[in-house]
């Protein structure tokens, strides 16, 4: 849910230019098929990923609001179906 709180953040158009071109970023090394570590090692392929997300909301923190949270959470529940 952190990173889908980030691409809240980043589609908001009260969210500052630069920070957005750096959640960007950050989620685009998310999902891309080229890492630091693949993520076929069972255990340490997915470290990476988590370490990227971890920087981007330490860094960024002040700019992913409570409502890109509940957005967040929100559709984290509707794909639970709950």
């Known amino acids: ?15 500052p230019l630069p920070a957005k ?4 970023a950050g989620l685009a090394y998310f999902i891309m098929p080229i890492d630091a570590i693949p ?7 997915y470290t990476d990923d988590a370490a990227v997300i971890a920087a981007l909301i330490a860094t960024l923190g002040a ?7 509940d957005q967040a959470e929100d559709a984290v529940q509707r794909l639970k179906g709950k």
Do not use: E, V
């Not at 700019?63 to 949270?69: E, G, P």
């Open 63 to 69: 700019n992913i609001k409570r409502r890109h949270r």
């Open 39 to 45: 993520d076929l090692f069972a255990g340490i392929g």
């Open 21 to 24: 071109g750096m959640i960007f």
């Open 1 to 15: 849910d952190q990173a889908l709180a980030a691409w809240y953040a980043a589609r908001d158009p009260a969210t």
